[in-house]
């Protein structure tokens, strides 16, 4: 359901939550302010279009989400892929992927799919989230220094540019983003400044300082982009052709990816904070809508932001007007104070991003996961968190999920438990109903679902039987599905046991299995005399002699 009309419901939008909301969102609209523009600069943009993606994907997302408490706007996550895209492609190529990204978002939401992304293993990602922090960390050396001639295309040339760059580091530069740092991580621990917002204390200072001092050389909005224009977004749709949108296509899908993953986490978060519960589909149709129309408004991709959601159910908010304030008070930022911006150093805004990149690596669960999690998962992390530093995100969340796919399809393999059944355990099933095994039959138990990577263990158990039994029955009551392969599979052996004069009988199937076996043909195969819905029927058409001869039809 649109959040907006589920807060209504629930009586969320009343004036008695006004005061809140109004606060919250308010708080959330200044912690916005300095992390927007960052994330813009870092994505190879304006600091404008930061603000602009912040206030129009906040306010959609906060209307046509599915969570009440979301907040979006552009993140740390996205930094990788889109200066990557902007390199490449421009800003008007990354305008347009974030449009067709959109797009993607919500045919997915429309198609009920959001549930699958939440099918990602935690190993996957974990891994590909601390490489983008590590990439973020060492990507904004350069301005956090005040480094010359830092460049490369891939993460080791432009590690290695910057070390060989360190000798000529700026000194002002590195004074103002080190004090930055320190009033960033030391503002939420001093006693009466809990509620100040670090990154907000961290910037007001540097600014202040540059205002005042002046100091040569150090690099800032005003120097880099000219400031700040004192001026809502405007209107702008980008030029699109056909051959645009087909070499766009795959950074869509990658911004898509990622977009989808990263809010419905917070969504996750936020419903674990505030203790709702969030439509996964509707907030991929939300967050489809704020990037289709963020583009035409001068901003790029934007997602749900972690960080800035969790500070909005902190400081009380619980239904989308905070969502709504948070964008009305980055509108009233610009209008008012856009020209105090020329003099924000990058400096300033590089030490912010040093505490998002840790924020974001999450050392602690990425160490704990490390030491205690099995060694396949820590393979799985390991795998992924390189490929993301050294190769691409999009290389690594897909080899990352393959790999764990693989796993889960071994460990569900090997569980699958196919034997033959003995005597003794048979009549202590049986023995109630006053049957026993018959003489020269063979039963064999399958136990888990009948899929190709169970196969095998199938094969190799009716392999054991080097003697011709009278019969063999299969009983399938514990299968609770299964695949072409498994119903190939099943039928060689049948025909070959057919083939040898074996009687073959398969009981206990469920509705489920027992309606693909009919649709594969195998109830013909074995005869229809020979298939039995329970093992004491299969026992006493043995015993009468009923079954039809092996391969017959009725």
Do not use: C
Request: proline share 5%; aromatic share 8%; glycine share 10%.
């Amino acid at each position: 359901m649109i959040s907006l009309l589920e807060a209504h419901r629930a009586g969320l939008l009343s004036r008695v939550h006004w005061t809140r909301n109004i606060v919250a969102g308010a708080i959330v609209g200044v912690v916005a302010l300095p992390l927007a523009m960052a994330f813009a600069i870092a994505s190879g943009a304006k600091p404008e279009q930061g603000l602009y993606t912040a206030i129009v994907a906040g306010l959609l997302v906060a209307m046509f989400g599915g969570s009440r408490v979301q907040i979006a706007g552009p993140t740390g996550a996205f930094i990788v892929i889109l200066s990557g895209i902007t390199a490449q492609y421009g800003i008007d190529g990354l305008q347009i992927a974030t449009i067709l990204a959109g797009l993607i978002l919500l045919l997915l939401g429309m198609a009920r799919l959001g549930a699958i992304i939440r099918f990602i293993p935690d190993p996957v990602i974990v891994g590909f989230t601390a490489g983008i922090a590590v990439i973020i960390w060492t990507g904004q050396w350069q301005y956090f220094f005040g480094l010359p001639g830092v460049s490369g295309e891939h993460f080791h040339e432009k590690l290695l540019s910057s070390f060989a760059a360190f000798p000529k580091l700026h000194i002002a530069t590195t004074a103002i983003a080190t004090l930055t740092l320190a009033v960033v991580i030391a503002i939420p621990r001093i006693p009466g400044f809990k509620r100040v917002p670090g990154p907000l204390a961290g910037l007001a200072v540097a600014t202040l300082l540059m205002t005042l001092l002046h100091p040569e050389g150090v690099a800032t909005i005003g120097s880099a982009f000219g400031g700040i224009p004192r001026t809502l977004p405007s209107w702008q749709f980008p030029e699109i052709t056909a051959a645009r949108l087909i070499e766009l296509m795959g950074p869509a899908f990658t911004i898509a990816m990622l977009g989808a993953i990263e809010s419905l986490l917070s969504a996750v978060v936020a419903d674990g904070m505030a203790g709702t519960r969030h439509d996964s589909n509707q907030e991929l149709i939300g967050q489809g809508i704020a990037n289709i129309f963020a583009p035409l408004f001068g901003g790029f991709a934007a997602t749900g932001a972690i960080a800035r959601t969790a500070t909005n159910v902190r400081n009380g908010g619980n239904s989308p007007i905070a969502g709504i304030v948070h964008a009305l008070t980055l509108v009233l930022i610009i209008v008012l104070l856009a020209p105090l911006a020329a003099d924000v150093p990058l400096a300033a805004l590089a030490a912010i991003l040093f505490v998002v990149a840790w924020n974001m690596s999450e050392a602690r669960h990425f160490t704990r996961m490390v030491r205690r999690a099995p060694p396949a998962d820590v393979v799985i992390l390991l795998v992924t968190f390189g490929l993301t530093v050294f190769v691409d995100l999009v290389v690594a969340v897909n080899i990352g999920v393959i790999l764990a796919t693989l796993h889960f399809l071994r460990r569900m393999a090997s569980s699958v438990d196919v034997h033959q059944q003995s005597p003794q355990e048979l009549n202590q099933e049986l023995e109630h109903r006053g049957l026993t095994l018959p003489e020269g039959v063979l039963v064999y138990s399958v136990e888990g679902p009948f899929f190709f990577g169970a196969v095998e263990n199938f094969e190799r158990a009716l392999a054991a039987t080097h003697t011709d039994p009278k019969a063999v029955i299969i009983r399938l009551k514990w299968v609770p599905f299964i695949d072409i392969t498994g119903l190939q599979t099943l039928e060689e052996v049948i025909r070959d046991l057919q083939r040898r004069k074996v009687r073959v009988l398969l009981t206990g199937a469920n509705p489920r299995v027992a309606g693909k076996l009919e649709r594969a043909g195998l109830r013909d195969v074995i005869g229809t005399d020979n298939y039995f819905a329970t093992l004491p029927e299969a026992f006493a058409a043995i015993d009468a002699g009923r079954a039809h001869e092996p391969g017959s039809t009725t």
